[in-house]
């Protein structure tokens, strides 16, 4: 979860029926039934567990605080602390901002000949290849190979839309499925990669926190950051920098925690260059974050009296090593934190650890903290 949906889920609760419960409602509704039986009849009545019409208001008391539940929920929809689903893209769509769609994965696949021709060879458009694993690639448009020539490289997208197509890396794509005449052999020449789900809440609600700051045109960060995760659902975290009067640096970290590739690169600089984003007065440059190199080398010890459930530990610290991992390497400019670790490896059952690696380290606002070696190693049981 990104600190700016953090610092919204933090805010106080809010309830559109004044934190009201079924029981309250039970209380009151038989307390009401009894001062007006009074009221009407002069007589004072009180209704024990098992009179009817105690039976009959708390029956009516379900159906009360179920409609009750819907108010509370419909208020609670115009609220980015509780928004989601179609709600939330309604409310987005109330600050100009719509739900990322999911896209395929792309690559650029090279159809190589078996002999060079004193023509040309053409490939039609949606020509497929696969993995073997039941993702496939098809062509865009129609190309082909020009004459006296041996291969040529013709763009290529997923057939799926998500991510399931990202990742395969050059020569994974090799199995021609639709045959084209004189074709010898395909294969994929880049990474496989811009493959995006459909937009999680999470970040639909980020962007929609974010969206002000993109309606100015003196350029604030916020309107970079905005901007920015607007481009693509990949990118995770973004600082922007102003190193001199209308020069503007954006760097940029990919959701897993990667660095952007020199395509992610290219396209975001000339996304931002859009002259409806950027101030005309800016000279803006997309950056890698600068790495800083740490190990992960610790030993850690398991209470004798939690030796039952040793096993589960174990795999509870496996857990927590990666979600530190994750958290220490998806934000740019965050230190690197051994407390953090030890706090995290602590929770999951662990009764101490001997930390060698790593050491607090300041790391510069522009760069990302990456892991160079990870060791962990089990001590065993020990008394409590």
Not at 89 to 106: I, T
Not at 257 to 284: A, F, H, Q
Request: charged share 25%; with cysteine; net charge negative.
């Amino acid at each position: 979860m990104s600190d700016v949906v953090r610092s919204v889920k933090d805010l106080p609760e809010v309830s559109f029926i004044d934190n009201d419960t079924l029981e309250k409602m039970r209380i009151r509704m038989v307390a009401n039934f009894e001062t007006e039986y009074k009221r009407i009849t002069g007589q004072e009545i009180a209704l024990s567990p098992s009179d009817p019409n105690r039976i009959l208001l708390y029956a009516h008391a379900l159906e009360l605080y179920q409609i009750e539940q819907y108010i509370d929920r419909a208020g609670k929809q115009d609220l980015i602390k509780y928004s989601y689903g179609e709600f939330l893209d309604n409310l987005a769509a109330g600050r100009g901002v719509l739900r990322r769609k999911a896209s395929p994965a792309e690559t650029v696949l090279r159809f190589t000949l078996s002999e060079k021709k004193e023509y040309a060879v053409g490939i039609p458009e949606g020509t497929k290849a696969t993995n073997g694993d039941l993702i496939y690639f098809a062509t865009e448009g129609y190309d082909e190979v020009p004459a006296g020539k041996e291969y040529v490289d013709i763009r290529a997208v997923c057939t799926e839309e998500g991510r399931a197509g990202n990742g395969l890396l050059p020569g994974q794509i090799n199995m021609l499925v639709d045959l084209v005449p004189y074709v010898k052999s395909v294969t994929n020449v880049t990474e496989s990669s811009e493959g995006t789900d459909l937009e999680t809440d999470e970040s639909l609600a980020e962007r929609v926190f974010l969206a002000p700051g993109g309606y100015s045109v003196a350029g604030p960060d916020d309107a970079y950051i905005y901007w920015t995760k607007t481009y693509s659902a990949l990118i995770g975290d973004v600082h922007v920098t102003s190193p001199e009067p209308v020069q503007v640096e954006v760097r940029v970290l990919m959701e897993d925690g990667s660095l952007p590739t020199e395509t992610v690169i290219e396209g975001l600089t000339e996304y931002l260059m859009d002259e409806n984003i950027r101030p005309i007065t800016d000279k803006v440059t997309v950056f890698a974050p600068e790495t800083e190199e740490f190990d992960i080398l610790f030993t850690y010890y398991i209470n004798k009296s939690d030796q039952s459930k040793a096993g589960m530990i174990q795999e509870a610290v496996e857990t927590a090593v990666a979600e530190y991992k994750k958290w220490q390497t998806c934000t740019i400019g965050r230190d690197i934190n051994p407390s953090e670790l030890i706090k995290k490896v602590m929770a999951a059952g662990a009764k101490r650890l001997d930390v060698i690696e790593p050491t607090f380290c300041q790391v510069p606002a522009t760069s990302v903290a990456r892991i160079h070696m990870q060791t962990v190693t089990y001590g065993g049981i020990e008394d409590d």
